[in-house]
């Protein structure tokens, strides 16, 4: 790219990491260190801001980079991710929101801890967490490697490298000083900015084929590789039975996996009321909706205008699919429009990723310090049943200092391991930190809330269940070895033939909540129960 891109997006992007470093500035300064003030922000965000957060939150690089780039390449079958992406919230809504607030204090772990023994509880949940935190972390910093290559000039590993480091080094900065209410501001800005670039872009697109989106379809259809049949089912997905079952293991990820994300559950206590938790979801499923709509006529629009070919020569993946439709709108290379322009979504991009990554940091340093280490390290009074732990002064001030040390690890193994997937599509490793949540945090979230007989034993069986084989599953497919496009070219050691093992591991995840449960010698307490039930559908008792 010229040189003037790159000036003009480094400029951009510079001022909204001056913003957000500002904000996190000011923010640190009226801390008290408590761990209700980092982990939830002094639950004092409104509806329509929660909203607005956890659409920043969720509208990742994947969203952005991925999503687009996939339907540029794959037409219609990349339209599951969009689609998966958005009716998954249909469960958060129905079956999440409200009861996790009223149950929960911090994290996912406060949940199944109200009517279990909390410290195998809370050392399986934990340890799920952080494991999908990684993975989606990942996403992100593959998506910031893939930006490098058009925005600096540069696509060689050092460039890539130096990029994902300084991305976790800012990330560590918004986590460790601001805590959740700066994090919560940073992707409200981020939020607005990127509905804003998306909307320009769907509108200037729309405008290039006057309104007729039967006009875009066909254009993208004849610059594609497939002809006609990039408007048809099976161009990722049809080609033989494994690539069928992928399709079905790929959509149970999506639907389920949104319900188990640690960043977005965490997103459910910052506000005062469980009442506030559902207005904020409904807040949110109005943006996700309209950007994901918008995202399925920005990869037809590259398609269409900047062509599957051009596409895959800048990145295999698909990752700079929107930076050069955006570059082609405003009157291609060397054209004033097209520097702003490409400058603007450069810079958009990289603040997505930014928030986003701050976002899921800081809910696995969450998991780390509040469940992890406190289960360990710290001796917990003794409470009521369905009550959370109070934990002395002294320890909930340690508790935030190993918090604020832990995402400086979580972001040193994210990097490192962002390093080994530059090559793997951002949307497509998402999907892999899906099926993990919906295996390993989903079936123990549910069973929690609803089935009166659960036990500890049922639920920690049911995290491992879950997660022990959705990270086997992932180590033996074809995304870490046996192919041209794995993280291991070299080698070969896959067994399993599906890229996504939702479709395994999720059943996984149930059965082995449930043969826990019958297995136990331990029965369940059901005045425990009650007592969980009574505050999940009414909030009495809540934080």
């Not at 891109?5 to 904000?23: G, P």
């Not at 957060?53 to 991925?66: E, K, V």
């Not at 918004?174 to 769907?202: F, N, P, S």
């Not at 590789?225 to 161009?235: A, E, N, V």
Request: net charge positive.
């Amino acid at each position: 790219m010229r040189g003037d891109h790159q000036t003009l997006a480094l400029v951009l992007f510079s001022a909204f990491v001056a913003v957000t470093l500002a904000i996190t500035t000011w923010v640190s300064r009226n801390r008290h260190g408590s761990p209700e003030e980092f982990y939830a922000g002094g639950r004092l965000f409104s509806p329509m801001e929660n909203g607005f957060a956890i659409a920043g939150d969720y509208m990742s690089a994947a969203s952005f980079l991925g999503i687009s780039g996939v339907i540029a390449l794959f037409g219609y079958d990349g339209m599951l991710y969009s689609v998966g992406f958005l009716v998954a919230w249909l469960v958060v809504l129905l079956l999440v929101a409200e009861l996790v607030r009223n149950v929960g204090r911090f994290t996912l772990a406060d949940v199944v801890a109200a009517r279990m023994r909390e410290r195998p509880v809370r050392v399986a949940s934990g340890t799920a967490s952080v494991t999908v935190s990684v993975l989606y972390l990942v996403a992100q910093m593959v998506g910031a490697g893939s930006l490098v290559s058009l925005l600096l000039g540069g696509s060689g590993p050092a460039a890539r490298a130096w990029t994902v480091i300084g991305v976790g080094a800012l990330m560590v900065v918004y986590v460790t000083l601001g805590g959740m209410r700066a994090t919560t501001w940073i992707q409200i800005v981020k939020a607005v900015l990127l509905m804003a670039g998306a909307i320009a872009l769907t509108v200037l697109v729309l405008l290039r084929f006057h309104g007729d989106v039967n006009t875009l379809l066909t254009r993208a259809a004849a610059h594609s590789d497939y002809g006609k049949d990039f408007l048809t089912p099976g161009r990722a997905y049809g080609g033989s039975w494994a690539a069928r079952l992928d399709f079905i293991s790929l959509g149970l990820a999506l639907l389920l996996g949104t319900a188990g994300l640690p960043h977005i559950l965490s997103r459910f206590y910052t506000v005062p009321t469980a009442r506030a938790a559902r207005r904020s979801v409904v807040w949110s499923i109005g943006l996700i909706g309209g950007f994901y709509l918008m995202t399925i006529v920005l990869g037809f629009g590259a398609a269409a205008l900047v062509g599957s070919d051009a596409v895959r020569a800048s990145n295999a993946a698909g990752n700079t699919a929107v930076p050069l439709l955006a570059l082609h709108l405003g009157g291609g290379a060397g054209s004033t429009g097209g520097t702003v322009l490409f400058a603007v979504v450069a810079a958009v991009a990289f603040a997505t990723i930014l928030a986003v990554v701050a976002g899921v940091t800081l809910a696995s340093s969450a998991s780390v310090a509040h469940d992890l280490y406190a289960s360990r390290r710290l001796r917990i009074p003794k409470q009521r049943r369905g009550e959370p732990a109070k934990r002395p002064a002294a320890a909930q001030r340690s508790e935030v200092s190993v918090a604020r040390l832990s995402a400086a690890g979580i972001g040193a193994v994210a990097i490192a391991l962002s390093l080994l997937a530059q090559d793997l599509n951002v949307a497509f490793l998402v999907g892999l930190a899906f099926a993990v949540s919906a295996s390993a945090n989903l079936p123990v979230l549910l069973y929690s809330l609803f089935w009166r007989s659960f036990t500890t034993r049922g639920a920690v069986w049911s995290v491992y269940g879950g997660l022990v084989p959705a990270v086997l599953l992932v180590v033996l497919s074809p995304v870490v070895s046996g192919g041209p496009d794995a993280m291991f070219p070299g080698v070969d050691f896959h067994l399993f033939p599906l890229e996504n093992p939702g479709l395994v591991s999720i059943p996984c995840g149930f059965l082995a909540g449930w043969l826990g449960t019958v297995c136990s010698r331990e029965p369940a307490d059901p005045t425990a129960y009650a007592e969980t039930e009574v505050r999940s559908l009414t909030g009495a008792g809540a934080v």
